[in-house]
Structures are given as structure tokens and as C-alpha cells.
């Protein structure tokens, strides 16, 4: 009995490693080999119900391309918009220049970061798309919430030219492009408490802009 077993449980453990393999390397290997997998299970299954329901061989052909048909187009009309939003978050990254290329050697927890976002930071600061959000710790003296105007002095010391001079569609541009790549304490960027602090941030008195600047500055001169 218990090599039975053993014969099953090794028959069984070789089945689903092949299944892995083929849908890996046969199914999911790229765009194209996923939509012909979806149409031709698509396709059995339709002709399969057509059949079912008694209908004529010629019948079963044309409402079974029809099905096949949509499911197409239906796939090709996500896939384009998956794209379409995709190569816009590569515009928004490409919209700025920044003073740097990498963090490598910044402490980056200083700067309200993890480290297991340096890649992302990375990729971000050389115009490129981060694999995840990335996630702001820093918190103001007084709330539990992540602090917006430690992030935008942040990023205002990292784009060349920094941020206080930008004018209304900068200052857009700015909001996406922080909204696409970065989280605070978790949670998505909230539009009013992004402009709010952002006004704070360019009505301040220049000194207190730059003393508020100056703990940022050192880590990053590191």
C-alpha cells in the first residue's frame, strides 16, 4: 500500500510539473501565445455548447467564429489599453530630469524609503518605469500619516531645477507623476492633501525653505 502510494504521489508530482512547464513556457511565454490559448479553449468550448444545443454543423461554424470573433476583439481592446496605460507612465517618468542617476551609498531610510525600494529608485531616476510603488515612511511631527511636503522637498532636491518654481500644468505634471510612483505610508496619493502641501511648500519663506532642505541635503550628499 504504501509504495502504491508513493508511485501515485511521484505520478501525481511529475503530472503538475509538466502542466507548470507547459503553461510557462507554451501559454504565459508572451502576449500572443495567451490570446491563441484563450481562443482556441474558447473555441472548443463554443463549439462544444453549440453542438449541445442541436444545432446544425454549418450553424455550429458560424456562431462559433462569431464567439471567437468577439473574444478576439474583446482581448486585442484590453490589450491596447493595458499598453496605452503603460507607455503613458513611461511619458510621466520621462518628464523630468534628475540631479542623479542612482541612491548607491545614501542611507535611504533618512530620506523616508526602504531598502528594498533602492531598485525602484533607481529605475525612477533614470526615466524608467519602478517595478512597484514606491513607499514614503517619513511622518510629521504631529500626525500618524505620511508627511506630502517631506516627499516633495524629497523630490524637489532630486529634479534638476527643483520644484517651488513650477507653474500650473508643472505642477499637474508633477501630481501624476508622484501619484503614479509613489505611496505614503501605504496609501495612494490624495489630490487635495497633494496641492495643499504643495502651496505650503512654495509660499514658505525662503530661509525656512532652506533650512527644511538642509537634513535632506546632507543624506544625499553622502
Do not use: W
Not at 36 to 52: N, P
Not at 87 to 108: D, K, V
Not at 112 to 141: A, C, H, M
Amino acid at each position: 500500500m504504501e509504495a502504491l502510494i508513493r508511485k501515485t504521489g511521484q505520478f501525481l508530482y511529475l503530472l503538475k510539473l509538466r502542466v507548470r512547464r507547459l503553461f510557462y513556457y507554451r501559454i504565459f511565454r508572451n502576449h500572443t501565445s495567451v490570446i491563441v490559448s484563450l481562443l482556441v479553449f474558447f473555441l472548443l468550448i463554443a463549439l462544444a455548447v453549440f453542438f449541445g444545443f442541436g444545432f446544425d454543423v454549418q450553424r455550429v461554424v458560424i456562431y462559433s467564429a462569431g464567439t471567437v470573433l468577439v473574444l478576439f476583439t474583446l482581448l486585442i481592446i484590453i490589450g491596447a489599453d493595458h499598453e496605452a496605460k503603460r507607455l503613458q507612465a513611461n511619458e510621466l517618468n520621462a518628464c523630468f530630469h534628475f540631479t542623479r542617476s542612482n541612491m548607491n551609498g545614501i542611507l535611504i531610510s533618512d530620506l523616508g524609503f526602504s531598502e528594498t525600494d533602492r531598485e525602484n529608485l533607481n529605475l525612477l531616476l533614470n526615466n524608467l518605469q519602478p517595478k512597484s510603488k514606491i513607499d514614503f515612511k517619513l511622518v510629521s511631527d504631529n500626525r500618524i500619516a505620511a508627511d506630502y511636503k517631506k516627499l516633495l522637498r524629497v523630490v524637489h532636491l532630486l529634479i534638476a531645477g527643483g520644484i517651488k518654481d513650477f507653474k500650473k500644468e508643472q505642477k499637474e505634471l508633477l501630481f501624476k507623476f508622484v501619484e503614479a510612483n509613489f505611496t505614503l505610508n501605504g496609501s495612494p496619493v490624495n489630490r487635495a492633501s497633494f496641492n495643499s502641501r504643495f502651496s505650503e511648500l512654495v509660499n514658505e519663506k525662503e530661509q525656512e525653505f532652506q533650512n527644511n532642505l538642509e537634513p535632506f541635503q546632507k543624506t544625499l550628499r553622502q
